[in-house]
């Protein structure tokens, strides 16, 4: 599974019940073959998914998308991508509240 898969089977994988009543947006920037140029968005628990990023998003994600799969299949500490500069995340509080429920922890 590519990053660009892993991310568009996120409306599939999240269960409403956890998101209802939440709203946040996403925007994931993933460089290198399987990435891509995608924005996740959480509504009331709903979830979609669309190209590029949107006029406003909570919390953007850069990394190569070898190495952001790399972290979602746990062959990659999150905390250690972080430090080395190999995920980058401008709101890392708004990530891990997510974290989980996107299967990005164990």
């Known amino acids: 599974m ?7 089977s996120l ?6 019940e956890i998101i209802e ?6 925007y994931f920037d993933l460089s290198g073959e399987g ?9 009331n628990g709903e979830v979609e998914v669309l190209e590029g990023p949107q006029e406003y998003h909570n919390c953007e994600v850069r990394a190569d998308a070898g190495d ?24 890392q509080k708004e990530l891990l509240k997510y974290a989980k429920i996107f299967g990005l922890t164990r």
């Open 2 to 8: 590519t990053a660009e898969e892993f991310i568009r």
């Open 11 to 16: 409306p599939t994988r999240i269960d409403p």
């Open 68 to 91: 952001f799969m790399r972290v979602v299949r746990g062959e990659l500490n999150p905390m250690m991508a972080l430090l080395t500069g190999r995920l980058k995340v401008n709101n």
């Open 35 to 43: 990435g891509g140029q995608l924005c996740l968005i959480l509504n």
């Open 21 to 26: 009543k939440k709203k946040s947006t996403f």
